[in-house]
DNA sequence: CTAAAGCCTAGTAATGCAATAGGAAATAGA
DNA sequence: TCTATTTCCTATTGCATTACTAGGCTTTAG
């Protein structure tokens, strides 16, 4: 599995804080009941994101998570190697790894490097706006 | 981790034994010197092959493996996919994991769908005889 | 008959993932 | 100042998967 709970809740936290942007400071709490997710794991992942500057968090009464830039200059590619450390495909392209001795004759390493572009670009190419549906979080009644 | 060793080893042999087609059939352990990998642990990963019919396993003296079609006609997404049980890069696209019940609203599925498909289709379309170094296997000396 | 090979079922050690626990520190409002 | 609310921080636990090992059985050629 390239990507994990971990990446999916950051990647789904994210896009519920865009939508809910005109709300100001969101709660944990909030979300987590919203998208169903234990509160006490989101707390991990939403402390990686701040950490990471994405997210600005403010404790106390009134307090809670707020994006620190406009939904398009995120992009899912870099809210998920954030949460999930690499997106490499094969451990021979993680960054620990520097190469096994047989990478220079290693017939299956272009495939890998390949897929690694692959991967990397496409979710570099989507940014957060791109995700977020249009009717959403605006609480409307017909 | 999208591919785990057991995905790599297992295209690894298969370039391998598509490279020395030429010997006929290849002991395990012919393999597993060349390719560094234990031999023990190649043989799980092999029997996973032959069951799957792309390899031809033969026992007693004289025995080995060998490839049961052409290279050209091997992709390396349908020996990945064997040996890794799926290339799904979450597991809300998983088998098992018949669509969570969030699947209608889910504003990130069509990104998980997107990039399946991407890896998939480049994966499915690589073949083995495009793996093949031009001279290895021969032995040559210059 | 024997050596060389694959086949089969378990078992194990280590790792990473998913989630939980408990409290400390900050903040706003009464 | 007290209290409720909320984030922040460090650890720990249970579980599943991965990577690999062990041991014995069966088949085959010479």
Redesign the interface.
């Given at each position: 599995?390239?990507?994990?709970?971990k990446g999916?809740y950051a990647?789904?936290v994210m896009?519920d804080l865009a939508e809910h942007q005109a709300a100001g400071r969101i709660p944990l709490k909030e979300i987590a009941a919203r998208q169903?997710i234990s509160e006490k794991y989101l707390e991990n992942i939403l402390a990686t994101l701040v950490r990471a500057n994405m997210l600005s968090g403010m404790r106390g009464k009134g307090g809670g998570y707020v994006l620190t830039r406009p939904p398009e200059q995120y992009t899912?590619g870099e809210i998920l190697r954030l949460t999930e450390g690499s997106l490499?495909?094969?451990?021979?392209l993680?960054g620990d790894c520097k190469g096994c001795s047989?990478s220079d004759?290693?017939?299956?390493l272009d495939?890998?490097k390949?897929?690694d572009k692959?991967?990397n670009d496409?979710?570099d190419g989507?940014t957060l706006d791109q995700?977020?549906?249009p009717n959403?979080g605006y609480d409307y009644v017909i």
């Open positions: 599995m390239l990507v994990s709970t999916r990647l789904r896009v169903g899912v490499a495909p094969v451990a021979c993680d047989r004759e290693c017939p299956t495939v890998w390949n897929l692959l991967i496409y979710l989507v995700l977020i549906a959403r």
